[in-house]
């Protein structure tokens, strides 16, 4: 079977990062080609280290529509069987180049939707409509939490074309090595003793990072703030601890990749969570929460406002996971409780292990078949 994957770009985000992961762990029959519209950054390096031919689509921008026909030119040259597209553009210009080509056998991954914003953006009226157009285009939208199926329902997507198939990450990535946390905390200039504080994701206003820098002054001397990631708030958010005397309590490592980086010695995200003694998420803009997983799953405990992954949780599953509500003030106190309470035994819930993307490669694979089948019929 072949499947080409059709994203947006491929810097270090979150949907870029789990298609890699999913490509390393879909069954070898699977042979998976992947196009970028733009952007073809450090997932893409890593993609292609695996094994996995990635070629860019050199698309201008949203209204590029001569990106339309090279588009439909590659999947009908290719002979793939299954297109699966990711990310707001890429799944409108992708469903409609898959059908132009022939290939009705068509999924889509949703990372992203809010109630009214998709990827961070507004979603005006003219957005919903083209998206909901492009969607009739494709079989199978998958949901990568109840919360985001819903969410899709209320926007018009009919529920039985829906599918929910969470996010997934290795654990073995995460199994918690103490010489690699401290490498890491080494490679950063992280004092051993220190109190180190983590928040992962792309910086951006909904995630609320600067809420963790105006926590620092209320925390002793020694805590430090890892922040790892990228995004349009960085600046603003070395100017913020610059404003609180802090800044040299901020350690801001810009994107890393899941594996180390061997051309600067970098530490990749498993080890970066080793190196950290909780990680916080006060954003407000999740529709999954992988972070808070991962971090699970090396034994921190974690606190988070927004989480998808977690709230729809039994009661008491995770004792390690605490929702935070409010802002600064709320988190440090928190933040502090931790403190005093000192490093415990790692110990990682059973609930994690749901979401190993060894399982998740197997529904994936589950669905290409199903919709590979359907459409065949049809």
């Given at each position: 079977?072949?499947?080409?994957?059709?994203i947006?770009?491929?810097?270090?985000?979150?949907?870029?990062?789990?298609?890699?992961?999913?490509?390393?762990?879909?069954?070898?029959e699977?042979?998976?080609?992947?196009?970028?519209?733009?952007?073809p950054?450090?997932?893409?390096?890593?993609l292609?280290?695996?094994?996995?031919?990635?070629?860019?689509?050199?698309m201008?921008?949203?209204?590029?529509?001569?990106a339309l026909?090279?588009l439909t030119?590659?999947?009908?040259?290719?002979?793939y069987?299954v297109?699966?597209t990711?990310?707001?553009?890429?799944?409108?210009?992708?469903?409609?180049?898959?059908?132009?080509?022939?290939?009705?056998?068509v999924?889509?991954?949703e990372?992203?939707?809010?109630?009214?914003s998709?990827e961070?953006?507004?979603?005006?009226?003219?957005?919903?409509a083209?998206?909901?157009?492009?969607?009739?285009?494709?079989?199978?939208?998958?949901?990568v939490?109840?919360?985001?199926?819903?969410?899709?329902?209320?926007?018009?997507?009919?529920?039985?074309?829906?599918?929910?198939?969470?996010?997934?990450?290795?654990?073995?990535l995460?199994r918690?090595?103490?010489?690699?946390?401290?490498?890491?905390?080494?490679h950063?200039?992280?004092?051993?003793?220190?109190?180190?504080?983590?928040?992962?994701?792309?910086?951006?206003?909904?995630k609320?990072?600067?809420?963790?820098?105006?926590?620092?002054?209320?925390?002793?001397?020694e805590?430090?703030?890892?922040?790892v990631g990228?995004g349009p708030?960085h600046?603003?958010l070395?100017?913020?601890?610059?404003?609180?005397?802090?800044?040299?309590?901020v350690?801001?490592?810009?994107e890393?990749?899941?594996l180390?980086?061997?051309?600067?010695g970098?530490?990749?995200?498993?080890?970066?969570?080793?190196?950290?003694?909780?990680?916080?998420?006060?954003?407000?803009?999740?529709?999954y929460?992988m972070?808070?997983m991962?971090?699970l799953?090396t034994g921190?405990?974690v606190?988070?406002?927004?989480?998808?992954a977690l709230s729809?949780?039994?009661?008491?599953?995770?004792?390690?996971?605490?929702?935070?509500t409010?802002?600064?003030e709320?988190?440090?106190?928190?933040?502090?409780?931790?403190?005093?309470?000192?490093?415990?035994?790692?110990?990682v819930?059973?609930?994690?292990r749901?979401?190993s993307?060894?399982n998740?490669?197997r529904q994936?694979s589950?669905?290409?078949?199903?919709?590979?089948?359907d459409s065949?019929?049809?």
């Amino acid at each position: 079977m072949r499947v080409l994957h059709i994203i947006t770009g491929l810097s270090a985000g979150g949907a870029e990062q789990q298609l890699r992961q999913l490509l390393r762990h879909l069954p070898t029959e699977v042979e998976c080609d992947v196009v970028a519209l733009t952007s073809p950054g450090a997932v893409a390096d890593g993609l292609r280290a695996d094994g996995v031919r990635v070629r860019h689509l050199g698309m201008g921008g949203s209204r590029d529509l001569g990106a339309l026909p090279r588009l439909t030119k590659l999947i009908r040259t290719g002979g793939y069987d299954v297109v699966h597209t990711h990310l707001y553009r890429a799944c409108l210009y992708g469903r409609i180049a898959a059908r132009l080509a022939g290939v009705r056998a068509v999924v889509a991954s949703e990372h992203s939707l809010l109630e009214d914003s998709v990827e961070g953006r507004r979603a005006t009226r003219g957005v919903r409509a083209l998206y909901l157009l492009g969607e009739r285009l494709g079989r199978v939208t998958v949901a990568v939490s109840p919360t985001v199926a819903g969410t899709l329902q209320r926007w018009g997507v009919p529920g039985s074309r829906i599918r929910v198939i969470p996010v997934g990450f290795d654990p073995d990535l995460f199994r918690f090595d103490e010489v690699r946390r401290k490498r890491a905390r080494m490679h950063y200039g992280l004092p051993e003793d220190a109190f180190v504080v983590g928040a992962v994701g792309r910086q951006i206003s909904g995630k609320r990072f600067d809420v963790l820098v105006q926590a620092l002054p209320h925390l002793p001397a020694e805590t430090r703030l890892l922040l790892v990631g990228d995004g349009p708030e960085h600046t603003a958010l070395g100017r913020i601890a610059q404003e609180l005397g802090v800044a040299g309590q901020v350690v801001m490592t810009g994107e890393r990749p899941y594996l180390p980086d061997s051309r600067d010695g970098a530490p990749g995200i498993p080890d970066l969570m080793f190196a950290m003694d909780v990680l916080a998420g006060p954003s407000l803009v999740e529709t999954y929460g992988m972070a808070a997983m991962e971090a699970l799953a090396t034994g921190l405990p974690v606190l988070y406002t927004t989480a998808p992954a977690l709230s729809g949780l039994p009661p008491g599953s995770v004792p390690s996971a605490l929702r935070v509500t409010g802002g600064a003030e709320e988190y440090a106190r928190e933040l502090l409780r931790l403190h005093a309470a000192g490093p415990g035994e790692r110990t990682v819930p059973e609930v994690v292990r749901h979401n190993s993307i060894q399982n998740i490669a197997r529904q994936t694979s589950r669905l290409y078949t199903e919709v590979l089948s359907d459409s065949t019929r049809k």
